[in-house]
């Protein structure tokens, strides 16, 4: 059973950054997609961004497209979101997480194994 543990989390004025990081357990980590998705108050639970097991494709929430970069080091078994020009609507508990299968893409990812969640607060 891998472990997952988010980083890097909050507070932090509209327009500014934050580095997450999600840090896996295992020596399999290089073979699987793994995302970032995040839940605010009152709402369903969210993709944020998948990048594939080779780091060669990656997916964005349209909302975050152009200020969110995910990335993946496959060495230190630890994936990234860097979100810059965030802004209040940015606000929620981001979780990463694994695909169930190992080596699937982006697009037929199934994520099944969750981190605790790390808190993302943007003031106006």
């Known amino acids: 059973q891998v472990q997952l543990v988010e980083s890097g989390g909050g507070l932090v004025q509209a327009g500014g950054s934050l580095r997450l990081s999600c840090a896996a357990s295992?020596?399999?980590?290089?073979?699987?997609?793994m995302g970032w998705f995040r839940q605010a108050p009152g709402k369903e639970r969210e993709v944020v961004a998948a990048i594939s097991w080779s780091g060669g494709s990656t997916y964005y929430q349209d909302s975050v497209k152009g200020r969110f970069t995910i990335s993946r080091d496959n060495v230190k078994n630890t994936v990234y979101l860097q979100m810059n020009s965030l802004k209040p609507e940015d606000t929620a508990v981001y979780y990463c997480?694994?695909?169930?299968?190992?080596?699937?893409?982006?697009?037929?990812?199934?994520?099944?194994?969750w981190g605790q969640g790390t808190q993302v607060t943007v003031s106006s």
């Open positions: 295992g020596r399999t980590f290089s073979s699987y997609t």
């Open positions: 997480a694994r695909d169930l299968k190992r080596f699937g893409t982006v697009v037929d990812a199934s994520f099944g194994s």
